[in-house]
């Protein structure tokens, strides 16, 4: 089955104080996590970032998982990550624009493998100084994943509900050649395209961004 | 303290992080924190130490991974506050 999941965390919208405390990071890394922190050079990344990195990675895999297996519960300790390879160049994403792609590469994002539920998952982040934003997959390939980030004007949750899927629908009426594109809810309650009902979507948002995934190869399209 | 108070406790701790005021005064076991309060994923590990803070309980991770909605989340906190006893 095609799955897709992806998540966005918007940095201003934490809490930096709170993130750093035991009681707050202890509900989202496992020990096995701390330690990878502790022994890679994280130049780069806060710990309070690793923080909201690892809880961006696990939410998208529990929701790519989440599309085959709607009844598994979000516990975010028994997600594990087991590898994070560092992106080779700091990413120069910018977010005054929106941000579209197919593939996520590896030079310019944090890869990690993920064992959840006695399967392996990968993910591909980019950590900007505004923003995480994470896509799962269950193979290393991205290639046919296509991705986007928008920032928008009001973070009110029904503005980043219509703004998301306004977002998505605009994409994939260049990708189909179609004006008729729109969203309906699978029976499992994720979203689909209508028209392409096979074809499973994801949707993020916090504070003013919006983001999305889906994956388009030769077995969907 | 009776389900129902902790159950005007919980839209205190939950008030927030969620916009939609309506949706919170109208909160009963199975209003869905995401789903309905429209509460972004993110905060569900404030929502659970800001429930520990307000009943002076400790919820594991095995309770937190139980808590779907707000019924489930009062089961956990009349669970907690009864193994204080």
């Keep these: 089955m095609i799955s897709t999941g992806n998540d966005i965390v918007v940095l201003e919208c934490t809490d930096t104080e709170r993130t750093k405390q035991t009681k707050f990071y202890s509900r989202i890394l496992s020990e096995g996590e701390i330690e990878l922190f502790k022994s890679n050079s994280f130049q780069t990344l806060s710990f309070e970032n690793f923080v909201w990195l690892a809880w961006s990675v696990k939410e998208s895999v529990y929701k790519f998982h989440g599309r085959s297996h709607p009844h598994t519960l979000f516990a975010p300790t028994k997600i594990k990550i087991k590898e994070i390879l560092l992106p080779l160049k700091q990413n120069g994403l910018d977010l005054s624009d929106t941000i579209e792609g197919i593939s996520l590469d590896d030079r310019t994002c944090y890869s990690c493998e993920v064992n959840f539920d006695l399967l392996t998952f990968y993910t591909r982040s980019f950590v900007t100084g505004k923003l995480i934003f994470t896509v799962a997959n269950n193979t290393e390939c991205f290639d046919s994943v296509h991705w986007g980030i928008k920032e928008i004007s009001d973070d009110a949750y029904i503005m980043q509900s219509r703004e998301v899927r306004s977002f998505v629908v605009s994409k994939l009426c260049k990708i189909f050649l179609s004006n008729d594109i729109s969203i309906e809810k699978a029976a499992r309650g994720y979203p689909v395209i209508a028209q392409q009902k096979h074809i499973p979507l994801s949707f993020s948002h916090h504070g003013k961004f919006v983001g999305y995934a889906f994956v388009i190869n030769e077995t969907t399209s | ?85």
């Design chain 2, 1 to 85: 303290m009776s389900r129902q108070e902790i159950l005007e406790g919980l839209k205190t701790v939950l008030a927030p992080y969620t916009m939609d005021k309506e949706a919170l005064n109208s909160m009963n076991d199975e209003t869905e924190f995401i789903k309905d309060l429209k509460i972004n994923s993110a905060n569900l590990v404030d929502i659970i130490i800001d429930a520990e803070e307000r009943y002076d309980i400790e919820i594991d991770a095995d309770s937190a991974e139980k808590i779907h909605n707000a019924g489930s989340c009062i089961d956990v906190i009349m669970e907690k506050m009864k193994e204080k006893i």
